[in-house]
T-cell receptor, first 111, second 116 residues
Framework: QQQVKQSPQSLIVQKGGISIINCAYENTAFDYFPWYQQFPGKGPALLIAIRPDVSEKKEGRFTISFNKSAKQFSLHIMDSQPGDSATYFCAAGDSSYKLIFGSGTRLLVRP | KAGVTQTPRYLIKTRGQQVTLSCSPISGHRSVSWYQQTPGQGLQFLFEYFSETQRNKGNFPGRFSGRQFSNSRSEMNVSTLELGDSALYLC???????????????FGEGSRLTVL
């Protein structure tokens, strides 16, 4: 019940294309859903986050879509760029002072 | 403003040894969390500390322990190392108590432990 399932494991997109990463959760107590971006040799960094009272949040080329009834949320990267090539983690949190992370998606954007 | 600092960055140990990893949070951050990152497993929560108190612990054996000092710096210790403990250990700090309000964790670059 504490798991966050993330797919796909890896993704290859052409420059200018749309990258889509999906996550699903079971625990209805989760009330915070961030996405983290990690470059090789670096720690993860917060990219964008959403709370369940909204269905979509957009920041630049990055959009989170949230479906509370389906317990799913996704990250869309519009106009994907080679610089977006990184590993992306979805996560879910509640009031227990921890985040449950998905297993990660390695995104490669080809020039 | 300096980020989260973790030391050492790389270390190699042999089975049965113990290791201590250190984390200095961002100035003013009082919550420190530790995560283990392995290929294909994502980030697994180890524990979280606030004001020298452990407030939550993940599903790891008792060989994994941690503590936080009065200046918010934290250490984690792994005793009787096993091959499966090879991983990147990430420390993260947050400003609000536990980060539960914003959820934003600021991660260090990690300590990469190799157990031979």
């Amino acid at each position: 019940q504490q798991q966050v399932k993330q797919s796909p494991q890896s993704l290859i997109v052409q420059k200018g294309g749309i990258s889509i990463i999906n996550c699903a959760y079971e625990n209805t107590a989760f009330d915070y859903f961030p996405w983290y971006q990690q470059f090789p040799g670096k720690g993860p960094a917060l990219l964008i986050a959403i709370r369940p009272d909204v269905s979509e949040k957009k920041e630049g080329r990055f959009t989170i879509s949230f479906n509370k009834s389906a317990k799913q949320f996704s990250l869309h990267i519009m106009d994907s760029q080679p610089g977006d090539s990184a590993t992306y983690f979805c996560a879910a949190g509640d009031s227990s002072y921890k985040l449950i992370f998905g297993s990660g998606t390695r995104l490669l954007v080809r020039p | 403003k300096a980020g989260v600092t973790q030391t050492p960055r790389y270390l190699i140990k042999t089975r049965g040894q113990q290791v201590t990893l250190s984390c200095s949070p961002i100035s003013g951050h009082r919550s420190v969390s530790w995560y283990q990152q392995t290929p294909g497993q994502g980030l697994q929560f180890l524990f979280e500390y606030f004001s020298e108190t452990q407030r939550n612990k993940g599903n790891f054996p008792g060989r994994f322990s941690g503590r936080q000092f009065s200046n918010s710096r934290s250490e984690m210790n792994v005793s009787t190392l096993e091959l499966g403990d090879s991983a990147l250990y990430l420390c993260a700090s947050s400003l609000p108590p536990g980060g539960a309000v914003t959820g934003e964790l600021f991660f260090g670059e990690g300590s990469r432990l190799t157990v031979l």
